[in-house]
């Protein structure tokens, strides 16, 4: 199963709507470095998945934690960056 998702949302125009880390989830959990906690919220979101497309809004920590688990997971990763200079986003195709 494919699965769109979105880094951590409210940052740009995203044309998904499904997020792994909601706007207040740093909040509730205290830290951006809680690596086990961030983990098991990406497990809960990507649980299932065999392809994922990524659109990478946010934390530097948090995308490498989703990196990771879909490495560990053999999970086929594509990221996609935004592009300020054209309002649209940069695929990026990991793991080839």
Request: hydrophobic letters at 40%; aromatic letters at 12%.
């Amino acid at each position: 199963m494919k699965k769109a998702v979105v880094l951590c949302n409210e940052r740009h125009n995203i044309p998904v709507d499904e997020c792994i880390f909601p706007r207040d989830y740093f909040e509730k959990e205290g830290s951006i470095f809680n690596w086990g906690c961030m983990e098991k919220q990406v497990h809960r979101t990507l649980a299932g998945a065999d392809e994922v497309e990524l659109y990478v809004t946010g934390l530097t920590t948090a995308l490498t934690v989703v990196i990771n688990w879909c490495y560990r997971n053999n999970v086929k990763l594509t990221l996609f960056h935004y592009n300020r200079a054209t309002k649209g986003y940069v695929r990026q195709e990991m793991f080839k």
